[in-house]
């Protein structure tokens, strides 16, 4: 499948790589790519900037949102966000219409420090804003509850005995989701139901900050024991 | 030890009836005993009246707020989020001062249906309302993320193979209300940290009851993986 990944950093990154190693024909998409291609100092928590990722994954194209989104049959919102609708704005309605955007964005503000708060939630939430601001597009909130490297190898954690959640307007496109998920290695998708059961998987980011500054790593997820 | 559980509803029953099955000499408050044994008619989803309750727990007494945490060691805040303030008043704060809180409380609010959204959140919590309103109060949320049944017999699922969190700011409180989870079966309690920590659990509800619609049942609970 044509994929297009939204967004440069770790997350980013993590999907790309992985999509690309299925089999998929990914295109990373970015605001600037000369000022992307220019980085040369790793993030704030060490991760690679994209040149050095980029240098190791050959097949992986970069891309301006739009460029990558044009040709692409699902889009993948890796970005922050606080900058998602931006960079979807960017990548233009037309490039988006009738597709199925797999949406893993939280709504992180970080501008009172450590931990972060949500810039909405409770009555609203992510998924909902940007499913309002693009109605032609198939929402589908997922793996916003996990840490990237278990997100797409979810087998790296107690043999992937763990669960993730979908939630979306679109029935399809949460089976086109949910199938991704299983190639990814998930063995327990739980479909919460529509858009606004985004709000749940969103509001839980309070508790997965202290679990990992309680646990001191990123490296755990959650089971719904039933 | 003596113990008194604040509500009369499901939660106060199940706690109070567990702590006395476990040897404690448990006392429920409520606002108006009276009131309270008046009643006949099963609550909104069908749990017994407290009067039912009681004739098959004859060693629980029920006693106004005040008189119930007069001579308690330990208090047991099962009342819903939208009184719990106006409960721990009714008990006094001479009543209160020094003593563990185990407060299970959530703050839901019905007013515009189902499902309910929070009252407070986000930058501030219940747990930490009620710890700001009686500074001599050793309050400790716990319990707050999982049904009844579960938070005093969590080997009815998975023989107890999922987890609980306690979050305070009194260390050797959180001993104690450890100890008393242990006591209830609980083999994986996990320490959030400080009151604050109390946003993470409670923030966690909105995915709690998006979940009990999807798996159309309120018995499971989370296992955190690591």
């Known amino acids: 499948m ?21 089999g998929h024909e990914v295109t990373v998409g970015t605001r600037d790519v000369a000022a992307t291609m220019a980085r040369t100092e790793p993030d704030g928590i060490g991760n690679p900037p994209f ?5 190791t994954h050959p097949t ?6 739009a460029e990558a989104t044009a040709n692409a049959e699902l889009i993948v ?26 949406d893993m964005s939280n709504p992180l503000d970080y501008s009172g420090g450590f931990p972060p708060t949500l810039f909405v939630k409770d009555t609203d939430s ?7 601001a693009f109605p032609d597009l198939k929402v589908v909130k997922a793996l916003n509850t996990l840490t990237a490297a278990l997100m797409v190898n979810p087998h790296h954690l107690a043999d992937g005995g763990h669960s993730v959640f ?30 606004t059961s985004a709000r ?18 990123p490296f755990f997820n959650l089971k719904v024991v039933r």
Request: charged content about 10%; aromatic content about 4%.
């Open 2 to 22: 044509k994929i297009a990944v939204l967004g440069t950093g770790m997350v980013g990154q993590a999907l790309a790589g992985r999509l690309a190693e299925l």
């Open 60 to 65: 992986v194209t970069l891309a301006t949102f």
């Open 200 to 217: 749940g998987t969103e509001m839980y980011l309070p508790l997965w900050l202290r679990l990992m500054g309680s646990l001191n790593t």
């Open 126 to 132: 992510l998924g909902e804003q940007i499913q309002a």
């Open 51 to 55: 040149p050095a990722w980029a240098a």
């Open 77 to 102: 919102n890796a970005t922050s966000g606080n900058v998602s609708i931006a960079a979807l704005t960017a990548a233009g309605t037309d490039n988006l219409a009738g597709k199925v955007l797999l």
């Open 166 to 195: 979908v939630a979306g307007n679109d029935a399809d496109a949460k089976v086109t989701v949910t199938a991704l998920l299983e190639a990814f290695g998930h063995t327990d998708v739980i479909d919460l139901g529509n858009i």
